[in-house]
């Protein structure tokens, strides 16, 4: 009889619960379906805790993960402002607001959370990035693993106080991390007193699907694009920290020469905010956008559902980020065999080498920008060079030493 119940236990499909953080489809949901997929397929009950709609939800509801809600008001979101885009300066008002609105969603999370572990009881909680701490939190009092996958750095605050905070909480609250890339390892790492150990860099993910290459004459067929023009993408929409103001610029620069060159700025737009900063750059952004608008050489488009078939009908894609934070695009781009140009930050220069797998331009220095393109649109060889070894970059690293099978191989080690 014993035997028998040992054997219905070990049959019970254990159970994961993520957290999610973000509102809309992103890159890290993109990163997140590869991780939910290798749960599912080693037979785990997969839960999601998110405050996606209906439509960026359906993908992962599909793949057979169950999804639990949560508010997307402001006043119960769960997602900690910790982020690196939220170091405003010390005793500012949107300092001030920013700590009291933490502490607001600390509770709300903790309940939140703490609601679901009770209710679905699992065996693991996975946080997608860290600014839900207050998951690891529950999972402590809970007495279950966590897992937190650093998609980011996290603010530093006056003095470091703030990242010392928040590192060691990080430090002390998880059984395991997964830093995105070396920056998020650094960070994390200085504030370890042996040195982290608990942690494996585990960078973006990219499936086989993301090799697929399609027929580019084809797409531009169907994406009513020019066929005998090169062709300049950018996901970046209109937001500060994706840097559209410099491409915007640079197209302005390219399209007084007439050259043979045709753009497209795809993404969200982000209009306002609680920061002068982010309204200011709003504006210089869309009165910049004015000038080439109605330019036959260029094409404002939306978010975009499939971007690979998009990358598969460019020629080249700029990630002009102005914060450093790893570009999920460029990785895809080079999936699709395509020349990249980036801004020069600390995180571009852990995966890109220049003039090997891409180019690299000063933030805010629009000729430069202009002139990269121009030269990657004119050197054939240079750009066979970029997209042949950015190819090998992604085969041989974004895709065989990323299975997120590690994942599971860590919590297993713990049982």
């Given at each position: 009889?014993?035997?028998?119940?040992?054997?219905?236990?070990?049959?019970?499909?254990?159970?994961?619960?993520?957290?999610?953080?973000?509102?809309?489809?992103?890159?890290?949901?993109?990163?997140?379906?590869?991780?939910?997929?290798?749960?599912?397929?080693?037979?785990?009950?997969?839960?999601?805790?998110?405050?996606?709609?209906?439509?960026?939800?359906?993908?992962?509801?599909?793949?057979?993960?169950?999804?639990?809600?949560?508010?997307?008001?402001?006043?119960?979101?769960?997602?900690?402002s910790i982020h690196f885009s939220d170091d405003f300066p010390f005793l500012s008002i949107n300092w001030l607001i920013t700590n009291c609105?933490?502490?607001?969603?600390?509770?709300?999370?903790?309940?939140?959370?703490?609601?679901?572990?009770?209710?679905?009881?699992p065996d693991l909680i996975y946080l997608n990035e860290h600014n839900l701490l207050t998951g690891s939190f529950v999972a402590k009092i809970f007495g279950i693993p966590s897992f937190m996958h650093i998609r980011s750095k996290f603010i530093e605050g006056k003095f470091h106080i703030r990242e010392f905070l928040i590192a060691k909480s990080i430090l002390k609250l998880n059984d395991f991390i997964f830093p995105i890339s070396e920056v998020e390892f650094k960070q994390l790492n200085k504030y370890a007193k042996?040195?982290?150990?608990?942690?494996?860099?585990?960078?973006?993910?990219?499936?086989?699907?993301?090799?697929?290459?399609?027929?580019?004459?084809?797409?531009?067929?169907?994406?009513?694009?020019?066929?005998?023009?090169?062709?300049?993408?950018?996901?970046?929409?209109?937001?500060?920290?994706?840097?559209?103001?410099?491409?915007?610029?640079?197209?302005?620069?390219?399209?007084?020469?007439?050259?043979?060159?045709?753009?497209?700025?795809?993404?969200?737009?982000?209009?306002?905010?609680?920061?002068?900063?982010?309204?200011?750059?709003?504006?210089?952004?869309?009165?910049?956008?004015?000038?080439?608008?109605?330019?036959?050489?260029?094409?404002?488009?939306?978010?975009?559902?499939?971007?690979?078939?998009?990358?598969s009908a460019i020629d080249i894609l700029v990630s002009p980020i102005t914060t450093s934070h790893f570009s999920r695009p460029i990785i895809e781009a080079w999936a699709s065999k395509k020349a990249i140009i980036t801004s020069d930050t600390e995180h571009s220069r852990t995966y890109i080498e220049e003039r090997k797998t891409g180019l690299f331009y000063d933030i805010g220095n629009t000729e430069l920008l202009a002139d990269n393109i121009l030269e990657l649109a004119s050197n054939n060889l240079l750009y066979q060079t970029l997209s042949v070894n950015g190819y090998e970059k992604a085969k041989n690293y974004y895709l065989k030493e990323s299975n997120p099978i590690k994942i599971i191989n860590k919590f297993n080690a713990l049982f």
């Open positions: 009889m014993k035997n028998n119940f040992k054997k219905i236990i070990l049959k019970t499909p254990r159970r994961v619960l993520f957290v999610d953080h973000d509102m809309v489809k992103s890159g890290a949901t993109i990163s997140l379906k590869y991780i939910v997929d290798s749960f599912l397929k080693n037979n785990f009950d997969v839960f999601l805790l998110t405050r996606k709609n209906d439509k960026d939800c359906k993908v992962l509801h599909e793949a057979g993960v169950k999804i639990l809600k949560y508010s997307n008001s402001a006043f119960k979101s769960i997602a900690l609105k933490n502490i607001f969603r600390a509770v709300v999370g903790v309940i939140t959370i703490g609601r679901v572990v009770k209710k679905i009881k042996i040195g982290l150990r608990n942690f494996e860099i585990l960078p973006e993910f990219l499936s086989e699907k993301d090799f697929e290459l399609f027929d580019s004459i084809k797409l531009r067929e169907e994406l009513r694009l020019p066929k005998d023009k090169k062709i300049i993408l950018s996901f970046g929409g209109i937001d500060i920290l994706k840097g559209s103001l410099d491409y915007i610029n640079s197209i302005y620069i390219l399209n007084k020469n007439k050259n043979d060159l045709f753009f497209l700025l795809a993404g969200e737009i982000k209009s306002s905010g609680l920061i002068k900063e982010v309204n200011d750059y709003y504006l210089k952004t869309t009165n910049a956008l004015k000038r080439i608008e109605y330019d036959e050489n260029f094409r404002l488009l939306g978010f975009i559902e499939n971007s690979r078939k998009l990358l």
